[in-house]
């Protein structure tokens, strides 16, 4: 079988930063078009480093990062620093990327690459989904060329950044309702899956004991989040979010969920950003999305380990 075209949006963030590590190392399955970036976990300028920061790391010099939307569609941009770190790639020590930043658009870029693609193409949406519903909004035709939607973003259950809400979701809620209500093919992959993806110090030391620059990134960076998360979300630990929508690609058997039909809160200021997941079906609505909400979790961990050592 010949490898999935993607295209990865992102907003690294370190879990970002993993799952961009993931995917390059799988390149049998996941053949990355390009990486756009977007403003979430902290500003797009260095959203784009670190996308270009990683890249140089897991030696793929000659891949397209495109810097797409500085700031959500209709609000002022919301982000994690307290979460991330100043650089959001805290904890791993990189060298400024090499090169300059590619002078087309995020946007641009998905349009041109949705607009008539060879085959159907992926979008692992890693942050908020400002730059994918910009894309939609102003070129609808481009549905044609997306085949799926993978998406890092939402909750069943409760929210991370709000009581109600899931990060990249709260941000760009008007974003979200452009591409839950698009039509394409969507997977949700929310809180509820990645709260079971806990990064404990046995899987943090098989990571480390890879012994190499990128398990060294790496471990760095999981560290650096293990210890912001301390105290946090009930003492849960360190969820290993973005990964978990790279791994899905690679091994979809490994996580289980169910069609559903998915609406986002733009409004309530108390609620903004929720996704309301019918999961038991009670309006009547046709499901929109396949949402997630089962992993194997030490499967998961077990494949991030295995694909992390083969860069
Ligand atoms: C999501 O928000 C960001 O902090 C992470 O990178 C992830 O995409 C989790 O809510
Ligand atoms: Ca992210």
Redesign the pocket.
Known sequence: MSARPVIID???????AVALLLAFASPAEIEVLGVTTVA??VPLEMTERNARRIRDLAGKGGLGVYAGCARPLERELVT?EH??GKTGIDGARLPEPEGAPAPLHGVDFLIETLHAPEAAVTIAA??PLTNIAAALARSPEIKRGIGEIVL??GAIGLG??TPAA???IHVDPDAAQIVFTSGVKITMVG?DV?HKAIVTADRLGAIEAIGTPVSQAVSGMLAFAADRHRGRIGGMGS?L??PCVIAYLLDPALFGGREAHVAIETESALTLGRTVVDWWGVTGKAPNATVIDGIDADGFFALLTERLARL
């Open positions: 992102c907003d690294p963030g370190q879990d970002d979430g976990n994690a979460v991330h890693l942050g890092m973003g991370n950044v899931e990060f990249n809180l990645t969820p979010h973005d």
